[in-house]
């Protein structure tokens, strides 16, 4: 059973969302510092990206894969985070900085604001750090996390 696993993923990242592998020199993905996250091809549907950092310990480890959904929020979750506080993992680029993408928790929404910060904040460069972003800014969201499978 274990070994249907990453051959499900493999059929579903070829077979259903296609451009997600971007070619490098090292042959893997290209990945940034600071939990700062890499994507693996075009911003449709469902992409899969690579953690690398601590700013979201203990929720998300360096090495961790993740499955998001390229998409902005929903009205219903702005409402959640906005009533709740209730954090939903976002990724984001910033207009200031674009190619960057980052992943953090979305913890407060005002207006066309949205206050993200790191699980870790000793970690973590976050809202604390740059201040509230715009709703344009947060372009997907976490789905589920899986470690890669050694071959």
Request: glycine share 10%; charged share 25%.
């Amino acid at each position: 059973m274990n070994d249907i696993f990453p051959l499900l993923l493999k059929f579903l990242f070829t077979r259903v969302v296609t451009g997600l592998v971007i070619p490098t020199s090292q042959g893997r993905l290209p990945c940034v510092s600071e939990t700062d996250i890499s994507a693996s091809g075009n911003r449709r549907g469902i992409g899969r990206l690579a953690v690398v950092g601590d700013s979201m310990l203990p929720t998300l480890s360096d090495g961790d894969w993740l499955l998001v959904h390229w998409r902005k929020l929903s009205s219903r979750q702005l409402r959640a985070i906005e009533r709740k506080g209730f954090g939903i993992i976002v990724v984001v680029e910033q207009e200031s900085r674009p190619g960057l993408l980052q992943i953090k928790r979305a913890t407060s929404v005002k207006g066309d604001l949205i206050w993200v910060l790191g699980d870790n904040p000793s970690a973590s460069t976050d809202s604390r750090h740059f201040g509230p972003l715009k709703h344009r800014e947060i372009i997907g969201y976490f789905l589920f996390r899986y470690k890669k499978v050694k071959s």
